[in-house]
């Protein structure tokens, strides 16, 4: 019996969580849908200047802006912030996981959104919470999926985009979408972990040299100021 609960326990796991997973997409997917005025894009894969694949859960490209939204759909309590490497998960048995700063994970999206459709345009970033538990995380562009539609309609930082420049922008993205499988996307975020282990910048190809900070030191790209990626020791 504890063996066969082992077993399920670990078989179990990792489909319930790609369940969940693609279950929050959808609901986001819906919530986008019902948007007036705007182009969604769902699931984009971008690849990059070193064949790196970037994907991405949702873009919205709406008259207020463009925001690039990562779909989390953790159960449990959630404990993070926007500084911090990783967010504690914290089950209702009380067991713990650590996952990457969804933050961090989607500046990276937004920066290659960007290099797609220019540097001039601003890219907003959220992070959803499809079962509604963003209230532990102390950042304001991470949101439960209830208040999606009136965070994204609220929103104002002054831009107004046209319909012909929402239309080029959705064009510039659905011509870069890669259409890949998620399975070959995994595949390469392995080969970009081994890199970064290199000290190799995913995100250029450059080296990854040591630098004193205010914090401490840490990795910086060395084509910096033009890459900005980073890597703490
Ligand atoms: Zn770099």
Redesign the pocket.
């Known amino acids: 019996m504890g063996l066969l609960n082992r077993f399920f326990r670990v078989i179990t796991r990792p489909v319930r969580a790609k369940m969940h997973g693609k279950v929050g997409e959808i609901k986001v997917n819906m919530s986008l849908a019902r948007s007036d005025n705007a182009c969604s894009i769902n699931n984009l894969t971008i690849i990059d200047n070193n064949m790196k694949t970037h994907q991405i859960d949702h873009v919205s490209i709406r008259e207020n802006g463009i925001f690039c939204i990562e779909t989390k759909s953790l159960i449990g309590f959630v404990f993070g912030d926007e500084k911090s490497k990783y967010w504690t998960q914290t089950l209702y048995t009380g067991e713990r996981h650590y996952i990457y700063n969804p933050i961090k994970q989607n500046q990276s999206h937004c920066y290659h959104i960007k290099q797609i459709i220019g540097n001039n345009y601003i890219v907003n970033s959220i992070i959803v919470m499809s079962n509604n538990n963003a209230d532990n995380i102390s950042c304001s562009n991470v949101i439960n999926l209830r208040n999606l539609k009136s965070y994204l309609s609220s929103f104002d930082n002054g831009v107004r985009l046209t319909a012909s420049e929402i239309n080029e922008i959705y064009q510039k993205l659905e011509n870069a979408n890669a259409h890949i499988s998620k399975s070959e996307h995994i595949q390469n975020i392995r080969q970009t972990q081994i890199e970064i282990s290199y000290n190799i ?1 995913p ?4 080296k990854l040299v040591l630098r004193k900070g205010k914090n401490g030191n840490f990795y910086g ?4 100021p ?2 900005r ?1 980073t890597k703490n020791i």
Do not use: L, Q, T
């Open positions: 910048c995100r250029c190809g450059g790209c060395s084509n910096y033009k890459c990626f």
